[in-house]
């Protein structure tokens, strides 16, 4: 997969003056946003965490002057750059004035829609789900020109905040042949998606972030109609988005029935029961776990009636590096790769399988997310029995806790608050997982920073690594930073390197 950052330089000339230099010295491929609020120094997020561009705390008149570059916004709190596919977004005060910024890096990506391709060019309606910041919106995007440049239909995308296509009255390059429909008020979104099919006979409709109920009506609407939908919606899962009753309709909604006693015993189950109401909006869902890591579910009225009946739905993993499907018999969540490197965990010689403990965090969250990513571990209830610790940093002082620590080997992973997306980003840095990566090439990178650490230690000079792209860097300086040291990045592009510091005191 190419990805390709638009025109980094348009969104950083918007940056105060004084911030501009530190911002362009950061790797763009890192960079997800910069969040500029007044009262706090100016921040850049990156994909691997933040890093200040200031010291000072940003002033109103800081602010102001963005906003001036920046234009008008629209209802949505919401603005662009022309010409690009940079989105800002204002935070106001109850008085109506803008006091915080987030400035969010527009991407383009060539060949993300490779793993689905052979769904997407058979016309079927496809609804998109994960959690925010994941990338629907640029799968999205990259759906759209592959419709319309590769396979030749007529599509018009709904483009309500002007993220797919990008800000002004010329649509983005990155859309290819599609068309683009702004939408000049979001309450307006449903409206404008049956206009475009009454006025525009297009063959395929694309929208971004289906989020009310009229919207969701629009969108059975269109399917109905029999032109293809291609769609985000709010929601991270199938099962997410069944329950959620202002969106359900999209996937054949759910209703109560009550069976006579006959029919009850004959199912051998309850006389109340859920069901699915009617066909799906959408013939497909695709879950995006992480980028480049897809869930497809083929059908989604058998995925949701499982779901109501309370079995897991067969999914099958597709990734942006090779495809593989689940066989139509196979467990509803694929076995782990046993290629897959996991973190020294004290597991014994020989076992692929790490057992955790839950302590203090939820161990069904815990479940879910061995599940969802599929991690080679399970969870235990016994201490003893424990290859690896997951605890809530709160209770990482308990003395139940510290006596296990200190009479074994077993590591703890910690996180703040007991959540899903805590948890799971704690595991895959602890399972030194990398979506999208051959396991080969990570389990090579992983030795190449633990030998780096050694002779770090062992020779009191700084050690640099190898040139990776960013993703591995990231991997690199987690392995690094959890072994007690610290790492530098140095030099630029394809040259881009981490340098292992060796132990305070023994430099130079």
């Known amino acids: 997969m190419e990805q390709e950052t638009d025109d980094l330089a348009a969104l950083l000339d918007l940056l105060p003056s004084d911030l501009r230099a530190a911002g362009a010295a950061l790797d763009p491929d890192d960079v997800v946003e910069f969040v500029l609020d007044r009262g706090r120094p100016a921040t850049a997020r990156l994909t691997g965490g933040r890093r200040e561009l200031a010291s000072t705390p940003l002033e109103q008149a800081d602010l102001d002057a963005v906003v001036e570059r920046v234009g008008a916004f629209s209802a949505d709190n919401r603005a662009g750059v022309e010409g690009t596919l940079h989105r800002i977004a204002a935070l106001r005060n109850r008085q109506g004035r803008i006091i915080g910024l987030t400035l969010r890096v527009g991407r383009a990506a060539h060949g993300i829609v490779d793993p689905i391709h052979d769904v997407v060019a058979a016309g079927e309606s496809l609804l998109l789900l994960g959690r925010p910041g994941v990338g629907k919106t640029t799968l999205l995007r990259e759906t759209a020109r592959v419709l319309a440049d590769e396979c030749d239909r007529r599509v018009v995308i709904i483009d309500t905040a002007g993220e797919i296509a990008g800000d002004g009255d010329i649509p983005h390059p990155a859309i290819g042949s599609a068309r683009r429909m702004p939408v000049a008020d979001p309450r307006q979104q449903d409206r404008v998606m049956i206009e475009a099919v009454e006025n525009?006979?297009?063959?395929?409709?694309?929208?971004?972030?289906?989020?009310?109920?009229?919207?969701?009506?629009?969108?059975?609407?269109?399917?109905?109609?029999?032109?293809?939908?291609?769609?985000?919606?709010?929601?991270?899962?199938?099962?997410?988005?069944?329950?959620?009753?202002?969106?359900?309709?999209?996937?054949?909604?759910?209703?109560?029935?009550?069976?006579?006693?006959?029919?009850?015993?004959?199912?051998?189950?309850?006389?109340?029961?859920?069901?699915?109401?009617?066909?799906?909006?959408?013939?497909?869902?695709?879950?995006?776990?992480?980028?480049?890591?897809?869930?497809?579910?083929?059908?989604?009225?058998?995925?949701?009636?499982?779901?109501?009946a309370g079995r897991a739905p067969r999914w099958e993993a597709r990734s942006a590096r090779a495809e593989t499907a689940a066989a139509p018999d196979a467990p509803a969540v694929p076995d782990p790769d046993p290629r897959t490197p996991t973190a020294a965990t004290g597991s014994p010689a020989g076992r692929g399988t790490t057992r955790l403990l839950a302590y203090g965090v939820s161990r069904e969250s815990v479940d879910r997310v061995l599940r969802t990513e599929g991690l080679p571990a399970e969870t235990v209830t016994n201490a003893?029995?424990?290859?690896?610790?997951?605890?809530?940093?709160?209770?990482?002082?308990?003395?139940?806790?510290?006596?296990?620590?200190?009479?074994?080997?077993?590591?703890?992973?910690?996180?703040?608050?007991?959540?899903?997306?805590?948890?799971?980003?704690?595991?895959?840095?602890?399972?030194?997982?990398?979506?999208?990566?051959?396991?080969?090439?990570?389990?090579?990178?992983?030795?190449?920073?633990?030998?780096?650490?050694?002779?770090?230690?062992?020779?009191g000079e700084a050690v640099p690594l190898a040139s990776r792209e960013s993703a591995l860097r990231r991997l690199q300086h987690r392995i690094v930073v959890r072994e007690g040291l610290l790492a530098e990045s140095q030099g630029s592009g394809d040259r881009r390197h981490l340098v292992v510091m060796p132990p305070a005191g023994d430099a130079g």
Do not use: C, W, Y
Request: aromatic share 2%.
């Open 200 to 308: 525009h006979m297009p063959e395929v409709i694309i929208v971004d972030e289906i989020g009310t109920e009229a919207e969701a009506r629009a969108a059975r609407t269109i399917a109905e109609r029999g032109v293809q939908l291609v769609a985000t919606a709010h929601g991270h899962s199938l099962e997410n988005l069944l329950r959620n009753p202002v969106l359900d309709d999209l996937v054949g909604g759910v209703q109560t029935v009550i069976l006579g006693d006959d029919e009850a015993r004959a199912r051998g189950g309850q006389k109340t029961n859920q069901e699915r109401r009617g066909p799906p909006a959408f013939t497909v869902v695709v879950e995006i776990a992480a980028r480049g890591e897809l869930r497809l579910h083929p059908d989604t009225g058998r995925a949701v009636d499982r779901l109501l």
């Open 384 to 459: 003893e029995r424990a290859d690896m610790v997951v605890a809530l940093r709160s209770r990482a002082d308990d003395p139940r806790l510290q006596r296990l620590v200190d009479t074994s080997t077993v590591p703890v992973v910690t996180v703040k608050k007991n959540s899903t997306a805590q948890i799971r980003r704690a595991l895959a840095d602890a399972f030194n997982r990398v979506h999208g990566v051959d396991p080969e090439e990570v389990d090579a990178v992983v030795r190449e920073s633990e030998a780096a650490v050694r002779r770090a230690r062992e020779t």
